[in-house]
């Protein structure tokens, strides 16, 4: 997997690294293993990231899947 490349590539390559990261089968395995500082952390992390990049509509509309 190439990162730091270029733009276009480290969004694939996060994209990809996401996708292989929400795998349920690996879930099942690598959530009980976190700390409850990495599940707050992770989860911490990923909540400011929809707050600063998504309006509320947006939230609901990719996040959320309500139609």
């Not at 276009?8 to 349920?24: G, M, P, V, W």
């Not at 707050?40 to 947006?58: A, C, Q, R, T, V």
Request: net charge negative; no cysteine.
């Amino acid at each position: 997997m190439g990162f730091g490349l270029d733009r276009k590539t480290d969004e694939h390559a996060l994209a990809y690294y996401l996708q292989a990261f929400s795998d349920d089968n690996l879930l099942r395995v690598i959530l009980p293993r976190m700390t409850d500082t990495e599940l707050n952390d992770l989860f911490s992390g990923l909540s400011d990231l929809l707050k600063i990049h998504l309006s509320e509509p947006e939230y609901h509309q990719f996040f959320l899947k309500d139609f």
